[in-house]
C-alpha cells in the first residue's frame, strides 16, 4: 500500500481521476470542496451519477478491476480499476467513499494504517462521516462522495501556507479545465464541474474560436481494427490577440512553449497536453520558440489503449511504432506552418485584391557556413528607391551591404525568445508622425500607374501589426497633398 501511494499524482491529476469515475458515472455535476484547514487540508468530491450499491462498492474499493482485456464503454473513462485509490492514498492516508443508489446509502474506508495493521480490509463507517457534502448526498436519490482526510507529506497540498495553498488551487481548477474542456463546452457528455463554489471554465487549447486560428487538414489514421482522428492547427501570433491578457490565457498553464505539440484524448478526456512524443526522426523534436504555435488533436478511442501504452496516472501515452513515420509527417507539416506564421508575426503582406503574398523585405540566403539575410532588391519600394536617377544610388547600395551584415540575429532571437514572441512595438506620436512622413515620401516614390490606394497598400502590407491607424492618416495625408 505504501508502495502505491508513490505512483507520483500531482493534487491536480489526482482530482481529474475522481473527475473521470464522476463521468463515467453519468454525472451531470461534480463539486469538488478543498479546504486549507490550517495547513492539514480537508477534501471531498461529489457528483449526481448512477451511484453503488454495497455489493459494487465494495468491489470499487478492490486494488484492480476487470482487466486490461475486457472491452470498455466508449464513455468508460477508466483504465486499470486503480484510479480512485492510487490517486486518492497519494494524496491523503484515509480515503472514504459514501454511495446512494435508489435512495440506498453504502460506505466504505479504506486506511493506510488499518491495511498495515490488519491486512486488507475495508472498514464500514459507523456513523458516517460528518461532512457538508455527506449531508448533501443523502437528500439525494443518487450520487457518490470520495473524502480524503489525513493528508501528509507525500501530497503537494499538506503543510502549505494559505497563500501557497490556493495558489495550487488556481494550478488545479486550470488543470481541469483543460483536461475536461470538451465535457465542460458539450462537445463530449456535457458536465459541470464545481470547485469550491465556482463553476470551473474550459480551456480550448486550440483557441477554434479566435478567427485566425488555421485548422489544416484533417486526417484519418487507421490502425490495428480501429482508427483515430488527427487534426492539426497552427494558432495565431501574439499580434493576433486583442490584448497580453488573451495572449496569455491562449498560451495556457505553462505558457506557449510547454503547451506545443500533440495533444492526445481517450474518450475525449485530455491526456497528453502538447508533446512531440518522441517524433523528429533520428533527432526528436523538442519545444522551440519557433514551433510553439503547432498544436495536433489526437482523437483516441478507448479499444488503442495498449497499443498506445495508456499509463496508470492517464496522463502519457505513447504512439505505436508503425504509425511514428505518419505522425512524423503529419506534425512536421504543421511545425513549417507554425514556423512560417511565427516568421512572419502572423501574416504575410499581401498585396490588395491579390491572393499572392507580397515580396518580403528580407530574403534569407542558406549555405554551408549558415544563414546571411539580405535586403530584397526586387522589393517595389526597394527597386523604386534605387530607380530613381541619383548619384547615392552607391551609397545607398553601401549602406544596405553594412545593415546587412550587421543584422544581430543571435541578439533578436535571444530577445524574443526571453519575451515569448515578441509584440509589435508601440509607438509615440512623435514617432508615429516620423513614420507616416516617410511612408508618404517611399508611396510618392512608386510608379505614377499605381492609385494612391495601392501605394499606400505596397507602403503598409509589410508591417507588422495593425496597421489600420496609419492607413487611415496617410490617406489623409497622400489625399492632402494631391
Not at 500533440?262 to 485530455?270: D, E, N, P, Q, S
Amino acid at each position: 500500500m505504501e508502495s502505491l501511494r508513490g505512483l507520483g499524482y500531482s493534487p491536480e491529476t489526482a482530482v481529474a481521476d475522481l473527475v473521470d469515475n464522476s463521468i463515467a458515472a453519468g454525472c451531470e455535476n461534480v463539486w469538488i470542496e478543498l479546504d486549507w484547514n490550517g495547513g492539514a487540508p480537508i477534501a471531498g468530491t461529489s457528483d449526481d451519477g448512477m451511484g453503488m450499491e454495497a455489493s459494487v462498492l465494495a468491489q470499487a474499493m478492490r486494488l484492480g478491476g476487470s482487466g486490461l482485456s475486457v472491452e470498455r464503454r466508449s464513455s468508460d473513462l477508466g483504465r486499470f480499476g486503480l484510479g480512485l485509490k492510487t490517486a486518492s492514498l497519494s494524496q491523503c492516508r484515509q480515503v472514504s467513499v459514501i454511495s446512494r443508489q435508489n435512495a440506498s446509502t453504502a460506505a466504505l474506508v479504506l486506511d493506510v494504517d488499518v491495511v498495515g495493521q490488519r491486512g486488507w480490509f475495508a472498514v464500514v463507517p459507523n456513523p458516517l462521516p460528518a461532512h457538508a457534502l455527506v449531508s448533501k448526498l443523502q437528500e439525494m436519490q443518487h450520487g457518490t462522495v470520495v473524502l480524503w482526510d489525513r493528508f501528509d507529506a507525500l501530497s503537494g497540498l499538506s503543510g502549505l501556507d494559505k497563500e501557497s495553498f490556493f495558489l495550487r488551487l488556481q494550478d488545479i481548477r486550470a488543470h481541469l479545465g483543460m483536461v475536461f474542456h470538451r465535457f465542460i463546452d458539450g462537445d463530449a457528455r456535457r458536465a459541470k464541474i464545481w470547485l469550491n463554489g465556482h463553476p470551473v471554465k474550459s480551456w480550448d487549447p486550440f483557441q477554434r474560436a479566435h478567427p485566425t486560428t488555421r485548422p489544416m487538414h484533417v486526417e484519418r489514421v487507421r490502425h490495428a481494427g480501429s482508427s483515430f482522428t488527427v487534426r492539426p492547427y497552427v494558432l495565431p501570433h501574439r499580434d493576433r490577440f486583442a490584448n497580453d491578457a488573451e495572449y496569455e490565457r491562449a498560451g495556457g498553464l505553462g505558457g506557449w512553449a510547454a503547451r506545443q505539440g500533440f495533444y492526445v484524448y481517450r474518450g475525449k478526456r485530455l491526456l497528453v497536453a502538447g508533446s512531440w512524443l518522441g517524433l523528429g526522426g533520428a533527432r526528436a523534436w523538442a519545444r522551440e520558440e519557433s514551433s510553439k504555435l503547432a498544436r495536433i488533436e489526437i482523437d483516441l478511442p478507448t479499444d488503442l489503449d495498449q497499443d498506445w501504452r495508456i499509463d496508470l496516472r492517464k496522463s502519457q501515452a505513447r504512439p505505436p511504432g508503425a504509425l511514428r513515420t505518419r505522425l512524423t509527417a503529419i506534425a512536421g507539416k504543421c511545425r513549417e506552418e507554425a514556423r512560417e506564421v511565427f516568421a512572419f508575426r502572423g501574416k504575410r503582406g499581401q498585396r490588395a485584391g491579390s491572393a499572392e503574398p507580397a515580396a518580403p523585405i528580407w530574403v534569407a540566403k542558406h549555405s554551408e557556413s549558415g544563414t546571411t539575410y539580405r535586403i530584397n532588391r526586387q522589393h517595389s519600394l526597394i527597386a523604386a528607391c534605387l530607380a530613381k536617377p541619383d548619384d547615392n544610388q552607391s551609397m545607398l547600395h553601401a549602406v544596405f551591404a553594412l545593415i546587412e551584415r550587421t543584422v544581430p540575429v543571435e541578439r533578436i532571437w535571444l530577445d524574443v525568445s526571453e519575451a515569448e514572441g515578441a509584440p509589435a512595438p508601440n509607438l509615440d506620436k512623435e514617432e508615429e508622425a516620423l513614420l507616416i512622413d516617410q511612408l508618404a515620401k517611399l508611396a510618392a516614390a512608386l510608379p505614377s500607374s499605381l492609385s494612391a490606394a495601392e501605394r499606400i497598400n505596397v507602403v503598409l502590407c509589410n508591417l507588422p501589426g495593425n496597421v489600420e491607424s496609419l492607413k487611415k492618416v496617410l490617406t489623409e495625408k497622400m489625399r492632402g497633398k494631391a
